[in-house]
């Protein structure tokens, strides 16, 4: 059974709205309320558990009115419930929906998302810089290892919500963020790889037409028992 618990601060004049709201939910259970003590925002202390299947409906309806933004929205998950109550309701009312992800909870996610630093652009360049080094040394992990340093999936994340709400701003912020960022990383990139090429330390391209390996520079290595010898390459060919 999966369930969250919701902490909310919602202004006196709204309080019995949302109490309303979500006594009104077959879905919300163990509901308290506490007049007046809570600060920063001031207003009315409302705590509740619901199962996760439902919380998309109520968290609209709180959307709905302004308690996000004349007081604030808590999700928090819980790690084990004991309710007879709340599983039956779970079992009978749900059913596939039990499993349904929170929407509120994952745009929320996607929004800390959208948030560009200068460690936005620096992962970015690293990223770069060791998918030329895996390019260069024909290395599959390191090609790995940049799609998983690499921020950008953060940000197209971030952008698609935001033209399904044709939000300008955020797609603007996104757009830029990508763009400068990849020029970057091309620049850093081509500079990096263009001071390996000049030096003395950069590997010998494969011919991928030929499939032939480069010579390499390794004396080749005899065997005691034969005549014959094998030269031992430092690239790996298919």
Known sequence: MQMIHLRLVSPPDLAPRVVALLTGNRFVFNLVV??????????????????????????????ELEVDRRGSIVIEPVEAVFSGIAAEAEQRQLGALAHAPVWEEVEARIRSQGTYGPSFYVYLVIAGVIAAVGILTNSQILIVAAMVVGPEYGAITSVAPAIDRRNVP?????????????????????????????????????????????????????????????????????
Not at 183 to 203: D, K
């Open 34 to 63: 506490h007049p007046g003590p809570a600060h920063h925002p001031d207003g009315d202390a409302v705590e509740c558990d619901m199962l996760a299947g439902g919380a998309n409906e109520v968290l609209r309806g709180l959307r």
């Open 170 to 238: 955020r797609i603007r912020q996104g757009l830029f963020a990508l763009t400068a960022g990849f020029l970057m990383a091309i620049v850093v990139t081509f500079l990096f790889s263009w001071a390996i090429r000049a030096s003395t330390v950069s590997p010998r391209p494969t011919n991928w037409a030929s499939g032939r390996c480069p010579r390499s520079s390794t004396p080749p290595i005899s065997s005691p028992s034969s005549s014959r010898s094998w030269p031992v390459s430092s690239a790996s060919c298919r």
